[in-house]
C-alpha cells in the first residue's frame, strides 16, 4: 500500500470522517479511501473540485487571496477542502457527529506528511 493510500486510511479512523480524498486541481482523484460508506472518490472529486473554482472567484472578487482551505458546514456533516500546494486538494467529508475543531487540528497535524507523500 502507497504512503499516501496510508495517510488516508488513518484519516478515515478519526471519528466521523466517511472519506479522505486527494484530488487534481481538474477533479481527477489522486488517492483515496472511506471508512466503508457509499461515498464514491470520483464523484467526490467531481463535485469538489467544481465548487472551489466557485470559491475560487468568490475569493478573488473579494480581495481576500488564495485560498488556503474552505469548509461547508451542512445540515448532515461537513466538507473541509485543503489546498495542498498548487496543483491538489484534499477533500474530507464527515457526519454530523464530526468535532469540526479536531478536524481542522487533524488536518494541520497531517497535512505535511499529505504533502511530502505527494
Do not use: W
Not at 496543483?87 to 499529505?114: E, F, W
Amino acid at each position: 500500500m502507497s504512503e499516501l493510500k496510508n495517510l488516508l486510511t488513518d484519516f478515515v479512523r478519526v471519528e466521523g470522517v466517511h472519506a479522505a480524498v486527494v484530488i487534481s486541481r481538474d477533479g481527477f482523484v489522486i488517492e483515496g479511501e472511506t471508512n466503508g460508506t457509499a461515498l464514491d472518490n470520483d464523484a467526490v472529486g467531481a463535485v469538489v473540485s467544481v465548487g472551489i473554482g466557485s470559491s475560487a472567484v468568490m475569493a478573488n472578487e473579494l480581495q481576500v487571496g488564495e485560498i488556503v482551505q474552505t469548509m461547508f458546514e451542512c445540515a448532515k456533516g461537513v466538507v473541509v477542502v485543503t489546498f495542498l500546494g498548487a496543483n491538489a486538494l484534499l477533500a474530507l467529508v464527515s457526519d454530523a457527529t464530526a468535532n469540526i475543531g479536531n478536524l481542522r487540528y487533524q488536518l494541520k497535524k497531517r497535512v505535511p506528511a499529505i504533502e511530502a507523500a505527494l
